[in-house]
Structure formats: C-alpha cells, structure tokens
C-alpha cells in the first residue's frame, strides 16, 4: 500500500519529491511538500483513494507558517503527510473543505488561532474564540487582528426566518451534558439547521503545551477528557515516549492496557447512562453509576484521584499495582458480566427504546470517511477501525479482542457496538490480568530532563471516543515547540448539523448522545 | 345548627364544607405523593429517597412546600403579564371541579350528579387553555413547543379516554359514577371490559404528562417545558395540579372497572383509596423504567392504535347487549 501511494503520489505531484520516513519515529509513513496550487489536486487524489482527513494542523516557525494535513486510511495502515508553507505577512492557503468536509471546521480553527485565511471557504467565522481577541492565540509573535479579520470573523448571527424560528439548545442545557451551545433553525418541531457553537469551556491547553515542560504538560491530558482520562494519558505518555526513545518495561504495558480498558468500561457506563436520561429514562442512569463507583474504587487506591488521573509517567507507571487490585478487578468483571443481561432487558429489549433509536442519525461509510469520525460512531457506521488494532501502542498488539461494527450506521447500532466495546474490555482486561508479568514498573533508563531530538510525530491512540491524534513538534528545548489535539468528539461532531437536518428535535437530542461528546474534549 | 341550616339550606352547607374537604385532601394527596414518589424513585434507583427530614422522610414535602412559599415571585420581564399570572390558577379550577363527583364511599361524595363523568371530561379539557396560555405567556420557545405538544397530546388522548369509557356507560345505562360503582357488586367491569381498562389506563398517563408520554415537559429537550419560567408558589401549583390529576386518572379507573368503594371487611373509603393509591404506584413505576416515546410515535399510538380499537371494543359491547 505505501510503496503504491508512494509511486502514484509521485507521479500527480511530478517536481516535488515524496519522501519516505520512518514510522516508528514520526508516526506517518510518506511526506511530501506541495505548492498551494496543487494542495486541491493532492486532496482529491486521496479522496479518490479512499483517504480520510485525519488531523489538519497549522506550525509557527516565525519565518513562515506551515499547514500539516495528515491522511489516512481505513483499510490498511498508510499515513501520509503533506505540508504546505504559506507567508506569515500574508498567510493565504486553498481551502480543501470542497473535498474533504471535515477541513471545514479544522480550517476556521486555524484561522482564528493563526489567522490564515482559506480562499473559498464557506463560513470563515469564529468558531472557539469571541470577538474580544485581538491577537493571534497560537502564533509565535503577537500579531495583532485586523478590524477587517474582526468583522469577518464574528460574523455569525442566527436571524429568524419567515416560518421559522431560533433555538438555543444549550449552553446550559440538560441534553448537552456540558457547555456545549447549538443554535438550531427549527419549523415547528422540525429542524431546517444546526450550527454548533463552540469555545464555553475553551483553556487553550495546546498554548500550555508550549509553556510548560512534557512532564509539567501531563496533568493537563486528563482534564481534556475527564470521562476517558486514562486514554488521553496514555496517548501523550506513548507520543513522547516514541519521539524520545523511552522504553517501557513489559508490567508497565499490561497494567497500563488494564487501566485505559477499566477506564474505557467507566466511560461507555457513563455515556449508557446519561444517553437514557436524553430519551427520558432516568433510572439507568443511577444504576451505571453504580457500577462506576466500583471503577473508581479500584483505581483510587492506584492511582490516587477518582476522576482526572494522572498515573502514568514517561518510561512507566507512577505506582504499582497490588494484590489487592487484581482481586478486585477480577470480582468486578464478574459483576459487570452479570449486570449486562440487566441492562438488555431494561434497555436493549425495550421496544420504546428501539423505536426511539432505530433509523436516526444514519451515518454511511462514505460520509464517516469525509467528516473523519471515528471510534465506537465510525464503527457503528461499518467501518471496521480500532487504533488499537491497526497502530496498537502499550500490550494491545498482543491482545486478542474483535472489532464490532454497525450494519445500519444508525444511533442503535452506535449502542449496540459500544455495549460489545464495554464486553470487549472485560476480555481485554481479563487476558492481560492473566499475563500480568512481574517486574519493574519504571524503565531506569528515562532521562531525568527530557529533551526530544528535533522532528515531528503524528502519534494516536484510541480513547473511548475514538481517535485521539497528538502532533508534537520538537526544536530539542524541553518544552514542546507545538503540540497539537487531534480529539475525537470535536470530529465526532462535525457531522451533527447533517445528521439533525430535517429531523425532530427530540431526535437530535437522540443523535447527538448517540455521538457520546465530552465538551472540554473539543474545546481543549 | 337546625336555624342556619334553614337558612342557607342544606345543599349550600354539604357543598361548602365538601369543597373545603377538597381542598384539603387535594393538598394533603399532593403532600403524599411527592414524598411517595421520590421514594419509589430512590428504591427503584438503588437509593434510599428522602430520609432526613422526620421519619423516613415523611416530614420532607412539608418542608418543600414551606422552601416555595418562601421563595420569592419572580416574574420575567418579557412575559405576557395576564396570562402567565393567570394560568397556575386556572389549572386548578378542573382539578377541584372533579372531585366533587367522586364518589370515595357510598355516602362521601359531595355531590352525585347524573352527568358526572361527563362534568369530569369536560373540566379536564380546560386544563390545555392553562398550558397553553402558560406556554404562550411566558415568552419563551422552550415552554411554547411544550405548550403545543401538550395540546396536541391532549386532544389526541381524550378521545381514547372518552370511548374506553362508552362501554362501561353503554352497560349501566348510567352517567353517575355512583350508579356506576353499584353496578359493580358482582364482578369487576375490568372482567368484562380488560381492553377498555388498558385503553384507558394508557390515555390516562398520557394525559397526565407522565413518562413515557412526557413530552409537554421532556427535560432533555425543552428543560421544563411549559412551566420552564414559573418559579415558587407559582411553579408549586402546576406541580400540585399534576400530582392531583394522578390521582383523578386513578380514581376514575377504579371507579369504573375496579368496584369502586366496594370491597370486603375494610370499610369503602379505605378500599377506594387503596385501589387509587395501587394505580398511581403503577404509573410511576412506568414514569421509573421507560424512556420517552418521540412526538409523531406518540400520536401514532393514540390515533392508529388506542382509537380504532377502542371503536372495535365499543362495537362488540354494543352487539353483545343487544343479544
């Protein structure tokens, strides 16, 4: 596959060289240099061959900007990076939204961070930030914005139409779970739009990132996701392990599958519960939470906090596991198991439940693939992909654990395919307790002051959300030049507007739990 | 006594001191079953439910009650003033029109009309102007969808509820609920009529608002509904007026297919209330366990569902007296 996108990718591009890097390193298989002009040719080639648009990222290297688009595949691992050096005094760049629907977002992302402007984009409107900013957040020098960039930028304003009418489904909502805000343009209890507004909950972590040293960024992981936090560490620990080198002794990798696995199981209970409380069942929502106790009262002892952990170091793991543990994940999967029956008759069984879910928010491959969602609402849509198969980090790739996916794409099979994600991970957790080596949990070669040699690294794990991609680029100093968040619910998202349109608002609020969001996640 | 009943008659003196009697039993019926029903949520929620205030909680609706009364009475600026001070009193108004015909025991009813049951229908119609102009009142999106939700299900619930009763009046030759209760010495008409007991009991929930036909006040998309701007006093009534009209859809099964009063050994009132109070545990162990149907299901069930088989039950109880 990558000798093949090699050869073709080199014959569209003719003059600019493809290059060849190494995965293990830098996490993408090919890289190449484009000229904006061909940027629009090269997206069509790998939407033509089945690309999807995994990560868009904008770098400040002060002389100029730089655009990393990152492509990747559903079917066999090919990551490709192409990179795009546009003028810092005017920064232009082709949009490539046209093809790829998922550019939309990341572009007026990049926009207010870095102020690029994309020629042809649709809606270059502020989408995280207000009108109130007036630098450029994530540039390197503080460059002022223009009043021109100001007034394009806020330029969104919900008016109301003839027959329809404005509703604010947040930020303070119940359904929303978080300060997520979606200005939906209704006719009756039709919806005609949904425009999400982002940014409540924004704290700028990819700015901390820049300030703070690798090991002083750490704590920081766990409060962008605080349901999944165990995947979002594991994630950052793995990147800069790979990007420095860091070994990580065997104990160290099966207690960490254990943990991310027993932390995925807290996350799929929550969103179980609070996805019944959207469709107005509020008593699953007290029983989930009682299995989730049982979680947090084994990991507390562990790893010391309840909900934002930070327990994993560089190299290794900031506490070992006991007896105790053992046992008790082991009493807790034989509870859970008991518990699912419970869940089936009350939920899976239940035909209001079915005929609320079933046929709503149906997401097609092909749409999945151009919006760039994934975990468990790629699998549901059928698209067998799991970075823990395809690009497995710590003791995952010698695990034995299926993929479930949908046949229908829609909200039911998104619960169906998470339930067997959560029996998955009692098998995961199973298997690894019973291989569990001994040894030490932290490697004696990690170096005490992190420096990374210079370079970059597309590194991603799946979180229970699904794809979590972290771009750092390194200039050897012991802070990370840019660190950049590729996180699932924010691409999860992106496809909400299309899936509401023309639907009830009581399917909306449907649809939308059926995509499991965690709002500090997308704002960062 | 003798003198003043001469005076302003008898009939005045029952109705005064049978309204007066509502309204107590309305309050203390609301007082029990806000305490009943966080109860039955905490257990069927592996909680305990109230616990603190007094024995197992008894005193906590007390204490609710006071902490609205204390509350101060807001009114937002940009709602339409008359209406929306206006509809938390007029969504009492049918609540206690109903109990007047109730029969609790053979002799504890305030007054036996011989339309009752019509009087009852009629009056619970009027509770949709309450939603209504409280939805359109308050100025806000949320409690207007919920106001027209409301009417929607409303109008498409009474009819079921209407012609799952036809049989039974169809059987007695009767509008007064006491005659109705009679009737029933022998068996139940739940024997005689079980679909037109289930038809009702279904139409009853829904047109009480209750989960799994919520929607008027489905939290997860409209906060609160109608009542999303009403706060203290105000919000206390529309929450009285629910938890009363339970009751209401309760009593109205019993007394049409459950026997009324009537029952062995235990005096009439105390089997009426115990036939009532089982029905309302029922409707909120439905309230517990389900989610929420969608709007266009909900009207689904009630226009090709609950109403033609309800014209079918009407039809064989109809060929069936008069063989």
Redesign the interface.
């Known amino acids: 596959m990558v000798e093949r996108i090699k050869a073709e990718l080199g014959a569209t591009l003719k003059e600019t060289p493809v290059g060849e890097a190494d995965y293990r390193e830098r996490g993408y298989h090919l890289f190449a240099e484009v000229a904006s002009a061909d940027l629009l040719n090269v997206a069509r080639f790998f939407d033509e061959r089945g690309f999807y648009l995994a990560a868009l990222i904008c770098v400040d290297y002060k002389e100029y900007l730089e655009l990393v688009y990152i492509f990747s595949n559903h079917a066999s691992l090919c990551k490709v990076k192409i990179t795009l050096k546009i003028d810092p005094a005017k920064p232009v760049a082709p949009t490539i939204s046209t093809v790829f629907d998922c550019a939309y977002w990341h572009e007026r992302e990049i926009r207010e961070f870095f102020g690029v402007s994309f020629d042809g984009h649709p809606n270059m409107t502020y989408l995280f930030l207000h009108e109130g900013i007036d630098f450029y957040p994530l540039r390197k020098e503080k460059i002022p914005v223009s009043d021109e960039d100001k007034k394009a930028l806020g330029a969104f304003r919900p008016g109301e139409g003839e027959d329809t ?3 604010n489904l947040g930020p303070q ?3 929303t779970h978080g300060v997520l805000r979606v200005v939906l343009k209704m006719d ?2 039709y919806i005609e739009d949904a425009q999400p507004v982002l940014g409540y909950l924004h704290r700028m972590h990819e700015k901390m990132a820049e300030n703070r040293s690798y090991l002083q960024f750490l704590p920081n992981t766990g409060r962008m996701d605080y349901l999944g936090p165990m995947a979002f560490n594991l994630g950052y620990v793995t990147a800069v392990e790979r990007l420095c080198g860091i070994p990580v002794p065997d104990r160290a990798n099966y207690v960490r599958v254990i943990l991310t696995e027993l932390n995925r199981l807290s996350s799929h209970l929550m969103w179980l519960g609070a996805y ?8 699953p ?3 989930v939470f ?1 299995d989730r106790e049982e979680i947090n009262d084994i990991l507390e002892p562990v790893t010391g906090s309840r909900l934002t952990y930070c327990y994993f170091r560089f190299g290794g793991l900031y506490n070992d596991v006991d007896d105790a543990f053992v046992a008790g994940t082991r009493a807790f999967i034989e509870r859970l198991r008991s518990r699912f029956s419970l869940y089936e008759k ?1 939920v899976g069984g ?1 035909v ?2 079915t ?2 879910t079933r046929g709503i928010g149906v997401i097609t491959k092909e749409r999945a693939r151009k919006q760039a969602v994934s975990g468990p609402v790629l699998r549901g849509a059928g698209i067998a992909m799991d970075m823990r198969k395809s690009e497995p980090c710590a003791a995952y790739g010698k695990m034995d654990f299926d993929v479930p996916v949908g046949t229908r794409g829609d909200a039911l099979d998104m619960y169906q395919v998470r339930i067997r994600e959560m029996e998955n991970a009692l098998n995961i957790i199973e298997q690894a307790l019973a291989r569990l080596p001994e040894g030490p949990i932290m490697t004696e070669k990690a170096p005490r002051k992190l420096k990374p040699p210079k370079g970059d690294l597309y590194h991603t794990v799946e979180t229970p959300r699904g794809e979590l991609g972290i771009y750092i680029v390194s200039d050897e100093s012991d802070k990370p030049y840019r660190m950049k968040w590729r996180v699932p619910s924010f691409s999860n998202l992106m496809i909400f507007p299309e899936l509401a349109k023309g639907n ?4 909306a ?1 449907a649809i939308l739990g059926s995509l499991d969001l965690v709002i500090p996640e997308i704002d960062r | 006594m003798e003198q003043i009943g001469n005076m302003i008659g008898w009939e005045t003196v029952k109705m005064v001191v049978g309204l007066v009697g509502v309204l107590v039993f309305v309050v203390l019926n609301a007082l029990i079953l806000t305490w009943a029903e966080r109860k039955v ?1 905490g257990h ?4 305990i439910g109230p616990k603190e205030v007094g024995p197992y909680g008894l005193i906590q609706p007390i204490a609710d009650a006071l902490k609205l009364l204390g509350k101060e009475i807001l009114t937002p600026r940009e709602v339409d003033k008359p209406l929306y001070y206006l509809a938390p009193m007029i969504i009492f108004v049918p609540v206690l029109v109903s109990f007047v015909v109730i029969p609790f025991d053979a002799s504890l009813q305030v007054m036996d009309i011989n339309v009752g049951i019509l009087v009852i229908l009629a009056f619970s119609s009027l509770s949709v102007f309450s939603i209504l102009m409280a939805g359109w009142g308050s100025n806000n ?2 409690a207007l ?1 919920g106001a ?2 409301s009417i929607a299900q409303n109008i498409a619930y009474e009819i079921p509820l209407l012609l799952a009763l036809l049989p039974i009046i169809m059987m007695t030759n009767s509008f007064s609920l006491k005659s109705i209760v009679e009737a029933q010495h022998g068996l139940w008409f739940v024997v005689y009529q079980p679909f037109a007991f289930l038809i009702y009991f279904i139409a009853g929930v829904a047109e009480t608002n209750r ?2 036909f ?2 008027p006040e ?4 409209l ?1 609160a509904g109608y009542h999303t701007e009403y706060s203290g006093m105000r919000f206390a009534l529309f929450f009285l007026a629910e938890y009363t009209n339970i009751f209401i859809v309760s009593a109205i099964a019993v007394t049409f297919f459950l026997g009324g009063y009537q029952g062995p050994f235990l005096p009439g009132i105390i089997w009426f209330l115990l036939k009532s109070y089982l029905l309302v545990f029922v409707i909120m162990w439905l309230r ?10 909900l009207l689904n069930i009630s226009w090709k569902a609950l109403i033609p088989l309800s014209f079918i039950n009407l039809l064989i109880t109809g060929g069936l007296l008069k063989l």
């Open positions: 009418f404005f509703v909502h119940p359904s009756g209890e019944l409380a959207d469709l107005g069942a509020l008593t929502f007290l029983f009682d009350l239940n209001i439940f005929n609320r009830l608002l009581a399917d609020v | 949520a069927m929620q592996r909680r999106k949320y969808i027209i939700r989960t799994p919520d929607l489905a939290e997860s998309e906060v517990w366990t389900y989610p929420r149907v969608r709007f266009d299901q």
